[in-house]
């Protein structure tokens, strides 16, 4: 225990604390503090270890910030930040505001709009790319799910193209950046590549740091020497941030940083009712509260959604598109429960083991396990149904059960599995939640696997562009980073278009995982619920459209610990009242009082009735 340096192990505590949230409380920093000692594998004698554990957890809260007035406020609300975290989130503030704010002279230009760019586009649409291909230093562009947001960024590269520009694309992810590669056509790739590519580290507990040019890297000890050609920025680029809810605020910050140096333009595409970063966001809100209105554009003609119409012909499903924006809104959700009752799209089950074999038989049942999206709340979950749907395929013949590598997590994976890959790896060129299917199993448990979708790939570093998408994974890349992919969390799917969807709901769905699974069908999106009866069902799916477990920043963090607090405050007070004995009542005087007294005193005055207060 002596070896310890507890100010440096406290240091780790707050940056661990702040990677994955932007409040905590003391438990939280108990727990941290209990894992660290835990890793760096202090023994010792148990009151000796409490004594350290307890002496950390005292160091790291006295040097945390608290968001609201911490008197009165109940241990279990998350009242308590870092300054770091306040500072980045203050920092990203001063840059949109910049941004904002550092306009040419004279009006901001809207780029003209041929008509060979904009034909096939709608007025919201049309209205994107004359403002992506404008001379605006900050701009954002919210859209509803199958808007049309990366058609409209398409035809933005297009133009930009003939005005003799560049536009860059990064992502939050490395898939997501495959996915834009390939609809987009631009030079793309996920943004910790291009500000790791500027210099920016982190390190295992998320401490940033960034090199200077000649300085080198503490892992790998190579010289840090700049971004390379493909990476570098410069003026008047488009940098555009797609799939910008799930920024999270530390990459954002580096991200800004890159750009201001290189006088780049900046774009945020995105929507804030789908899934928010894991970890600290609110980047977008951060963005959409600085840019300039005429800059801020939403989205909201749906094209992505289909039905077969009498004559066995596909065409726009306008109902359901319009079903889907309300859960968007969040703000009716017992009359889109009732639509979705009505078009077939609600099934009860009556308990989990029903609802679990009716999605196995479901999913099981579509000859291309690609073309069903299966989602789910929890990993426990999503384990669950991957067992269950390939036991299915296991006992029908498609998926071989008897040449098979175990995973570390004990899942069994055969030729004929769906799976994903859960680490980016540049050298076996494949990213994080990509799927595959396996067409082999190597006599020392590699995989011989195809790609389950073309998803493209990204201009830079990361995966190198391959014509054909087959790839060798070696035993120990399998054992520790591959997974069934038949069923999975939202985050897993969100940016996915399928022909149809099934996603579970209940008490851990919240809205934006419910809004994210309704809408990754084109042809039909379904709801399983465990439910007895309609009436139960119906109350479940409102619940969940009152559920926001999303981490938009320590500012909104500050709100939610106030709200908690006055909420808690109030409780207390209540059952005080109740609690208390009735005061005595003063006896009634004796002297005669005027009629008007004996009546008391007349609200229509206003006077106050017994329970109504002034």
């Not at 192990?9 to 409040?23: E, H, P």
């Not at 300054?83 to 002279?105: C, I, K, N, Y």
């Not at 586009?121 to 230093?137: I, T």
């Not at 050298?427 to 448990?445: H, M, P, S, Y």
Request: aromatic letters at 2%; one cysteine or more; a neutral charge.
């Amino acid at each position: 225990i002596g070896a310890l340096d507890r100010e440096a192990a406290v240091d780790a505590v707050l940056i661990r604390l702040a990677v994955g949230r932007s409040a905590w409380n003391a438990a939280d920093v108990r727990g941290e503090v209990e894992r660290l000692i835990a890793a760096e594998g202090v023994i010792a004698d148990t009151a000796v270890r409490l004594e350290l554990a307890e002496d950390l957890t005292a160091r790291a809260l006295d040097r945390c910030v608290p968001l609201v007035d911490p008197d009165g406020v109940p241990e279990h609300v998350r009242s308590w930040t870092s300054r770091p975290v306040l500072d980045v989130e203050a920092d990203l503030r001063t840059r949109f505001a910049a941004r904002a704010g550092r306009s040419p002279l004279g009006a901001p230009r809207l780029a003209p709009l041929p008509a060979g760019v904009v034909r096939g586009l709608d007025a919201g649409q049309v209205a994107a790319v004359a403002v992506l291909a404008g001379d605006r230093r900050l701009m954002v562009v919210e859209g509803a799910a199958g808007a049309g947001k990366t058609t409209a960024l398409a035809a933005a590269r297009d133009l930009l193209q003939r005005q003799g520009r560049r536009l860059m694309v990064v992502t939050p992810t490395l898939k997501a950046a495959q996915v834009a590669r390939a609809e987009v056509g631009a030079t793309t790739g996920s943004a910790a590549s291009l500000v790791f590519a500027h210099g920016w580290r982190w390190n295992e507990h998320g401490k940033w740091t960034r090199l200077a040019l000649g300085e080198a890297d503490p892992v790998t000890g190579r010289i840090h020497t700049g971004p390379a050609e493909g990476t570098r920025l410069r003026p008047d680029d488009l940098l555009v941030v797609d799939e910008a809810g799930m920024l999270d605020q530390d990459t954002a910050r580096s991200l800004l940083t890159v750009a201001d140096e290189a006088g780049a333009r900046l774009a945020l595409l995105g929507d804030r009712h789908q899934l928010a970063a894991v970890g600290r966001g609110g980047v977008l809100d951060l963005a959409a509260a600085q840019v300039d209105p005429a800059a801020c554009l939403t989205l909201e003609s749906v094209h992505r959604f289909i039905r077969t119409d009498s004559t066995g012909q596909s065409v726009p499903d306008g109902e359901y598109a319009e079903l889907t924006l309300a859960m968007r809104r969040g703000d009716t959700p017992g009359v889109v429960f009732n639509a979705l009752l009505a078009r077939g799209r609600i099934h009860l089950h009556p308990d989990h083991a029903a609802l679990q074999d009716a999605l196995a038989a479901t999913a099981a049942h579509d000859p291309q396990a690609a073309d069903v999206a299966v989602v789910a709340d929890t990993r426990e979950q999503v384990n669950e149904l991957n067992a269950a749907i390939r036991n299915r395929l296991v006992a029908d013949g498609r998926v071989d059960d008897v040449r098979v590598v175990t995973t570390r997590a004990g899942q069994r994976i055969g030729a004929g599995d769906r799976i994903a890959t859960r680490r980016n790896d540049r050298d076996l060129e494949v990213a994080n939640r990509d799927t595959w299917t396996v067409t082999a199993v190597g006599r020392r448990g590699g995989l011989l696997v195809t790609a389950g979708t073309a998803t493209g790939d990204v201009s830079w570093g990361d995966v190198p562009p391959v014509g054909a998408r087959v790839r060798v994974l070696p035993a120990d890349y399998v054992t520790e980073h591959v997974e069934l992919a038949y069923a999975s969390t939202a985050y897993g799917v969100q940016g996915n278009t399928v022909p149809a969807a099934h996603v579970v709901i209940g008490d851990q769905t919240g809205a934006a995982s419910a809004y994210v699974g309704m809408t990754r069908g084109r042809l039909a999106n379904t709801a399983h619920l465990v439910a007895a009866d309609v009436a139960e069902a119906r109350a479940q799916w409102i619940a969940v459209f009152g559920r926001d477990r999303a981490d938009l920043g320590p500012g909104h963090a500050a709100e939610l610990a106030a709200r908690e607090a006055a909420r808690d405050r109030q409780d207390r007070s209540r059952d005080r009242t109740a609690a208390a004995p009735p005061r005595p009542v003063a006896p009634i005087p004796s002297v005669p009082r005027p009629e008007a007294e004996r009546r008391g005193p007349s609200l229509a005055r206003g006077g106050a009735a017994p329970g109504i207060g002034r």
